[in-house]
């Protein structure tokens, strides 16, 4: 059966084990530093950016979303809620738990707006 093959990293033909991590889902590796980068370039160019707290899922780890104040998001995995709180606050903006406060409605209707 398929899932017995499925593994987070491969066993190469000689039998030594890669040493890339797993590529999604929440034991995914996650480059800190380009996440960092990404967001500081984001938050540049948009006005009014919060950040809100995703929790993991079966199928994801912890992710941060970057809100601004005209509804335009974007999203990057953080790996646990620590570290996603971390980020914010380095970054400067408001950072809240999207459990406790939910999504804006302005970032609803900005993806109403630009629905394909």
Do not use: C
């Amino acid at each position: 059966m398929a899932w017995w093959r499925r593994r987070g990293s491969q066993v190469s033909k000689s039998g030594d084990r890669g040493e890339r991590g797993r590529t999604d889902g929440p034991a995914m590796a996650i480059d800190h530093k380009a996440v960092r980068t990404h967001f500081e370039g984001w938050i540049a160019s948009h006005k009014g950016v919060e950040a809100y707290v995703e929790p993991a899922t079966n199928v994801s780890t912890t992710t941060l979303i970057l809100i601004a104040t005209d509804g335009e998001w974007t999203r990057r995995a953080v790996g646990t809620p620590k570290a996603g709180f971390q980020l914010g606050r380095l970054l400067q903006i408001p950072v809240y738990d999207v459990n406790q406060t939910g999504y804006p409605s302005r970032m609803r209707e900005w993806n109403r707006r630009h629905k394909k």
